[in-house]
């Protein structure tokens, strides 16, 4: 097979290895489209989780499965699959135990391009296939299929970890793709007034469509203390982190959230960095304002659930899709634009159109 790849720290590149190995459970798969992520840049240019050598990037992917194991039951040849970013062993004691996404150790559940190779491939292989895999809705675009391995589940864990509720005050810390779909799950899930912190004109254009009220730009002062202005000094109920500035984020959140609160907390951090936050912000760590930050679940009911909200119109994730290529050699081109960011862009996907 032929993939792009972390050849090391700061280095990229396509390279041939051989197809990966089929257990009697799992399924090996083509991609139909893939989408890079901002993770991709955190792993390859500031060493967030150590260096990788010679590692197959990617773990944003829908595809044709070309290869299953003996046991696998609900899948076959041919079937156009969703594939989540996070693929647990299902059977591990880390999963029994409600933590799946850390099956096999701390965030071990995230195989694609941590422990093994990821989906910038012409072949990648899925473990626990019939737990992991969902069959593609007829008619689904293959680049709206990307966003369900990653950023839909992943921004709505944000409030699902701060038990976002209707009628709730929440701030949306960030507001790039994770963020927008944490914006949109509080929106499903009841919320009221909705505060979106960002600035790029096209990210706020489309948090207003997914349901944000206010919106936040950091450039106008410290956003603890704008949305404190905002709200008469009550502060929000939940806070939802998507982005922000690692080392005084966690503060912001807390300050400007009401005792007995919650914030939840899917941003990606820079595993070097250090997380400050104020006592005297925290309440003196007396707030009954709960932290709380988690790796998406993965597996194939999630999938199939999310995949139900965009066929039945309740979620429309085209609307982050900003670039589209067509072609495998593509692929570098889209990760450039997540490395640069220019200010036209949410997410761009590849249609790997030119696999057999």
Request: charged letters at 20%.
């Amino acid at each position: 097979m032929r993939g792009f790849a972390m050849i090391g720290p700061n280095e990229t590149g396509f390279i041939e290895k051989d197809d990966p190995k089929l257990g009697h459970r799992d399924a090996l798969v083509k991609p139909l489209a893939v989408a890079p992520c901002t993770s991709d840049i955190h792993t390859v240019y500031e060493n967030a989780i150590g260096p990788r050598h010679n590692m197959i990037l990617g773990h944003e992917a829908c595809g044709e499965i070309v290869a299953v194991g003996d046991e696998v039951k609900d899948f076959k040849v041919g079937d156009k699959v969703l594939v989540p970013a996070v693929t647990p062993d299902w059977s591990d004691l880390n999963s029994q135990a409600g933590f799946a996404s850390h099956s096999g150790g701390m965030l071990a559940g995230w195989k694609f391009s941590n422990f093994k190779d990821g989906v910038f491939a012409t072949r990648f292989h899925v473990n626990d296939a019939d737990g992991n895999l969902a069959h593609m809705p007829e008619g689904m675009d293959p680049g709206v299929a990307c966003m369900l391995s990653d950023m839909i589940p992943t921004g709505f864990h944000a409030d699902e970890m701060a038990h976002v509720e209707f009628g709730d005050t929440v701030a949306v810390i960030g507001i790039g793709p994770v963020g927008l779909m944490a914006l949109r799950g509080a929106v499903l899930h009841g919320a009221g007034r909705i505060f979106a912190v960002g600035s790029r004109p096209k990210t706020v254009e489309v948090a207003k469509k997914y349901g944000a009220t206010d919106i936040v730009d950091y450039h106008n002062g410290d956003i603890a203390d704008q949305i404190l202005k905002l709200t008469d000094n009550k502060g929000v109920d939940r806070v939802l982190i998507a982005g922000g500035d690692t080392e005084h984020t966690f503060d912001q959140a807390a300050r400007m959230t009401k005792p007995g609160g919650s914030i939840g907390n899917v941003a990606y951090l820079n595993g070097n960095h250090t997380i400050e936050i104020k006592a005297g912000d925290w309440g003196v760590g007396m707030s009954n304002i709960t932290i709380d930050g988690g790796l998406m679940p993965g597996g194939r009911l999630r999938m199939e659930k999310l995949a139900s909200l965009i066929t039945n119109g309740r979620l429309d994730p085209s609307l982050m899709i900003t670039h589209k290529f067509h072609g495998f050699e593509k692929i570098p081109d889209a990760l450039e634009l997540m490395h640069n960011k220019p200010a036209d862009l949410i997410k761009p996907v590849v249609y790997c159109d030119d696999i057999d």
